[in-house]
């Protein structure tokens, strides 16, 4: 059973940078799709950006394509989301998660099974 854990949020001014992480357990994690999803207060769940096992297919959300990238580093178990150009509207608390071997849809959270517990992203302007 594979478990995540995020880390390397904060508190950063507007135009600021920040590189998440996701830390995962599990022998057979490079074998999943990954994802950030991130949910601001008072709202839902919102799809950030995916990468697949191989690492070498990545889709992000309209509001982020540009300013984040997310990679990952099987050799640590380990999924980045590195955050630049940073605004007000990407505060949130931001979970990484596993894909399910039989979903389609990268952008729902029906499509993963395993979250992290997330990690606060503030944005002062």
């Known amino acids: 059973q594979v478990q995540l854990v995020e880390s390397g949020g904060g508190l950063v001014q507007a135009g600021g940078s920040l590189r998440l992480s996701c830390a995962a357990s599990?022998?057979?994690?490079?074998?999943?799709?990954m994802c950030w999803f991130r949910q601001a207060p008072g709202k839902g769940r919102e799809f950030v950006a995916t990468?697949?096992?191989?690492?070498?297919?990545?889709y992000y959300a309209g509001s982020v394509k540009g300013r984040f990238t997310i990679s990952r580093g099987d050799a640590k178990n380990l999924v980045y989301l590195q955050m630049n150009s940073l605004k007000p509207e990407d505060t949130a608390v931001y979970y990484c998660?596993?894909?399910?071997?039989?979903?389609?849809?990268?952008?729902?959270?029906?499509?993963?099974?395993?979250w992290g517990q997330g990690t606060q992203v503030t944005v002062s302007s």
């Open positions: 990468i697949t096992g191989s690492g070498t297919t990545t």
């Open positions: 599990g022998r057979t994690f490079s074998t999943y799709g």
């Open positions: 998660a596993k894909k399910r071997r039989d979903s389609v849809n990268y952008y729902v959270t029906s499509s993963y099974d395993v």
